[in-house]
DNA sequence: CCGCATCCGGAGTGATACTG
DNA sequence: CAGTATCACTCCGGATGCGG
């Protein structure tokens, strides 16, 4: 689980700590290769378990069911099952998941200028 | 070095391989269990290195003098060097380190939002 | 005081084969 | 089609000791 590094000889103040905290567990939710992507794509449109291996070159089925698996488990994601044969899964955002797109957002606005500071 | 997850057989559109890129890029420069939070400390005011040791309790020194060079590598951070003894350092954010401070609001903000879900 | 070098354990990731 | 199980491997993070 997630490690809050707090230093309990000398307590930051409640108002840090609750910055440290924030932030740390964003970063865990979000902590794997592959998650903030899955994210975003889930976000473009409901995604099926296949499909998701073909949008994600080199992932393996196992990681992939794994990090889904933390995803829904973390409450990003649900996921619905129909009941056909061949089956058929469909993955989608929960509301708190939804919440998450403007850190996406964010990042990757900052991507963008990272490129261009690169490229001078 | 980043690893963008194109799949070069049906590669994506453009516009998406750079929405890829560019998030791939700020999730690799923020891979690193103490990165967030350094960037944030040092955001708050110039740090120095034992001052962090102190903040980050159970970091080695090993491990935090790595991360600060990565981050330094990737141009989010400064040092400047005191020429006294006994030596005395301090890391600052750069122009590109700042900008990078909306991405850590945003997180946190959501952080927030995570414990509120949570405490239902 | 600051930071590097080395070694080491464990987590995270990935390939493959197999099941419902 | 959608996973699970197993094994192997890399790499991050951490401890310790040395050097500027």
Redesign the interface.
Known sequence: MA?F??????L?PSEIR??????????N??QGR?K??LI?YISLQPQRFGELT??????SKGILAKQLKELEDD?LIQKEIFDELPFKVEYTLTD?GE??L???A??????????D??QK
């Open positions: 490690k590094n707090f230093n309990l000889d000398t930051p609750e910055e440290i905290c924030s932030l740390t567990i964003t970063q939710v979000l592959w903030p992507l975003w073909r949008l994600l070159p080199g992932i409450g708190l919440q998450l403007p850190v996406i964010v990042m990757q606005d900052w991507g963008k200028k990272y490129i500071s690169r």
